[in-house]
């Protein structure tokens, strides 16, 4: 009986030629906008990793010079565009795409796609993701607006119940039926996104397979809440009009209004220094020390009759090694202790802020499927965070490496310019290389926004079987 209470609401929205032409609208803006999302998303991989190849090779042939001129002359680090970023952008429109690694400084990640767009950039892009979380509910409300209150103004759901079908009966099967009209639109996009998954995407993401499967679980996950939602508050509203005002209410509340007021939220509950305020503390840290101990003077002091006294001689002059190379290092150490405490400290002002994000997600879940579906298509802020931490552990490490070669080979006695390195050093640094994060930490990430879709269908279920009984049929 449920099974063809499931094929006579299936048929029954599936003739409804309003839903027709809205349905094949959707379907045309979804396929165009991963079909063009895809295309942007591999010319802008290709260009970042021509200029990622460019800058390596410039590193390489930058001549002969001084170690710690190398160390200035620097490098670039771009970030990898993720191959799911064609199905939400994310911030990645203002997260930045490359950052400048040199000595003495841990620079911002400049250059991003809304420093060079118009105000327009604000309201979004459209995207598949835009698509799915907003405008696809939407067609789920007109779909389930009057799906009990239609049958109730022409009097066939009490003659439907007189038949011997129970209420519950006669929900689940408007839930499925709705669902799997959903799902006809959902499952053509979802098909062509991952037949554009080819060898290239692999070898950039090996996960990539894996987290396209669960983005779109999560997707499926969440079109279900919204269904049992929609259909849940249709069957108790008195007339079609009331339900379509409240479900347009509901989803006005839910993809508009609250996430605006969540954001705003998070930044007057943890408001975020100014740049300006940043660098002025990072400076004055680095001169007096943090929390005002250990100035620079009193540092260098410390190290000098440390080195001397390790080496056994009076002076500088008589170290067997150069202690510039030394100094340098130990400043550069000191330096990376500064900036990990003031970065950390504005790291954990965006990581509440986003827990508020994730935990309103139990009140709505929109916020939910947003964040999930950004993180696992590498664009939320997580993945933003591990670029910058890759890029800076590669900026230490070839620094390190400079002064390293500065402390055991520029003798003491030899002028500055007269010690220079060529290629040989240049080669031993390898070319910066970032993966993305994997499915697991992800999911252990985005537990609250698991949780949350979880809850919200456990909940609705619970609700529908015990108060099923209880819709009215008059």
Same mark, same amino acid.
């Given at each position: 009986?449920?099974?063809?209470?499931?094929?006579?609401?299936?048929?029954?929205a599936?003739?409804?030629?309003?839903?027709?032409? $809205?349905?094949?609208?959707l379907?045309?803006?979804?396929?165009?906008?991963?079909?063009?999302?895809?295309?942007?998303?591999k010319?802008?991989h290709?260009?970042?990793?021509?200029?990622?190849?460019?800058?390596?090779?410039?590193?390489v042939?930058?001549?002969a010079?001084?170690?710690?001129?190398a160390?200035?002359?620097?490098?670039?680090?771009?970030k990898p565009?993720?191959v799911? $970023?064609?199905?939400?952008?994310?911030?990645?429109?203002? !997260?930045?795409?490359?950052?400048?690694?040199?000595a003495?400084?841990?620079?911002?990640?400049?250059?991003?796609?809304?420093?060079?767009?118009?105000g =327009?950039?604000?309201?979004?892009?459209? /995207?598949? &993701?835009?698509?799915?979380?907003?405008?696809?509910?939407?067609?789920?409300?007109?779909?389930?607006?009057?799906?009990? $209150?239609?049958e109730?103004?022409?009097?066939?759901?009490?003659?439907i119940?007189?038949?011997?079908?129970?209420?519950?009966?006669?929900?689940?099967?408007?839930?499925?039926?709705?669902?799997?009209?959903?799902?006809?639109? *959902?499952?053509?996009?979802?098909?062509? &996104?991952y037949? =554009? %998954?080819?060898?290239?995407?692999?070898s950039?993401?090996?996960?990539?397979?894996?987290? *396209?499967?669960?983005?779109?679980a999560?997707?499926?996950?969440?079109?279900l809440?919204?269904? %049992?939602?929609?259909? %849940?508050?249709s069957?108790?509203?008195?007339?079609?009009?009331?339900?379509?005002?409240?479900?347009?209410?509901?989803?006005?509340?839910?993809?508009?209004?609250?996430?605006?007021? /969540?954001?705003?939220?998070?930044?007057?509950?943890?408001?975020?220094?100014?740049?300006f305020e940043?660098?002025?503390?990072?400076?004055?840290?680095v001169?007096?020390?943090?929390?005002?101990?250990n100035?620079?003077?009193?540092? %260098?002091a410390?190290?000098?009759?440390?080195v001397?006294?390790?080496?056994?001689?009076?002076?500088?002059?008589?170290l067997?090694?150069?202690?510039?190379?030394?100094?340098?290092?130990?400043?550069?150490?000191?330096?990376d202790?500064?900036? +990990?405490?003031?970065?950390?400290?504005?790291?954990?002002?965006?990581?509440?802020q986003?827990k508020?994000s994730e935990?309103?997600?139990?009140?709505?879940?929109?916020?939910?499927?947003?964040?999930?579906? =950004?993180?696992?298509?590498?664009?939320?802020?997580?993945?933003?965070?591990?670029?910058?931490?890759?890029? @800076?552990?590669?900026?230490r490490?070839?620094?390190?490496?400079?002064?390293? +070669? =500065?402390?055991?080979?520029?003798?003491?006695?030899? &002028?500055?310019?007269?010690?220079?390195?060529?290629? @040989?050093?240049? !080669?031993?640094?390898?070319?910066?290389?970032?993966?993305?994060?994997?499915?697991?930490?992800?999911?252990?990430?985005?537990?609250?926004?698991?949780?949350?879709?979880?809850?919200?269908?456990i909940?609705?279920?619970?609700?529908?079987?015990?108060?099923a009984?209880?819709?009215?049929?008059?």
């Amino acid at each position: 009986m449920l099974k063809l209470l499931i094929k006579k609401e299936f048929l029954t929205a599936l003739r409804d030629i309003r839903l027709q032409v $809205s349905g094949t609208v959707l379907l045309i803006l979804m396929l165009t906008a991963v079909l063009v999302g895809r295309q942007g998303q591999k010319q802008i991989h290709e260009e970042r990793e021509k200029a990622q190849s460019a800058m390596y090779d410039k590193w390489v042939n930058q001549g002969a010079k001084h170690p710690h001129s190398a160390a200035h002359y620097g490098q670039f680090a771009f970030k990898p565009k993720p191959v799911l $970023s064609f199905l939400d952008i994310g911030l990645d429109n203002y !997260t930045g795409i490359s950052v400048f690694l040199e000595a003495h400084k841990q620079n911002e990640i400049l250059f991003s796609a809304a420093q060079d767009s118009n105000g =327009m950039t604000r309201f979004g892009e459209m /995207t598949a &993701a835009l698509i799915l979380q907003v405008l696809l509910p939407l067609l789920i409300i007109f779909l389930t607006f009057n799906i009990f $209150s239609k049958e109730r103004e022409e009097g066939t759901l009490r003659l439907i119940h007189a038949q011997g079908l129970s209420m519950r009966q006669l929900f689940m099967g408007k839930v499925w039926g709705t669902y799997l009209m959903v799902l006809l639109i *959902f499952l053509p996009v979802i098909l062509m &996104a991952y037949l =554009m %998954l080819d060898q290239q995407s692999a070898s950039m993401d090996p996960t990539v397979n894996t987290k *396209f499967m669960l983005l779109a679980a999560g997707y499926s996950l969440y079109f279900l809440v919204f269904v %049992l939602l929609c259909v %849940l508050i249709s069957a108790f509203a008195r007339n079609s009009g009331i339900s379509l005002i409240g479900l347009l209410g509901l989803w006005i509340i839910s993809c508009i209004i609250l996430p605006k007021a /969540t954001s705003n939220l998070a930044d007057k509950v943890y408001p975020t220094p100014t740049q300006f305020e940043f660098t002025r503390t990072i400076k004055e840290k680095v001169r007096n020390g943090i929390d005002g101990h250990n100035p620079s003077d009193s540092r %260098l002091a410390s190290l000098r009759e440390k080195v001397l006294k390790e080496y056994g001689v009076e002076t500088i002059e008589e170290l067997p090694v150069n202690w510039s190379g030394i100094a340098m290092q130990a400043g550069e150490e000191y330096t990376d202790q500064v900036y +990990d405490h003031e970065f950390t400290k504005v790291e954990n002002i965006f990581k509440e802020q986003n827990k508020i994000s994730e935990w309103a997600g139990f009140i709505n879940p929109y916020l939910a499927v947003r964040n999930l579906s =950004m993180s696992l298509a590498g664009t939320d802020f997580y993945h933003h965070v591990a670029f910058a931490r890759a890029a @800076e552990n590669y900026r230490r490490q070839f620094v390190k490496v400079m002064n390293k +070669d =500065m402390e055991l080979n520029h003798k003491p006695g030899v &002028a500055y310019g007269d010690y220079k390195v060529g290629e @040989e050093m240049w !080669t031993s640094i390898p070319a910066f290389k970032y993966d993305l994060p994997d499915p697991i930490s992800i999911l252990s990430n985005q537990w609250r926004s698991i949780a949350a879709l979880s809850l919200w269908l456990i909940g609705l279920f619970f609700l529908s079987s015990a108060y099923a009984a209880k819709i009215p049929k008059l």
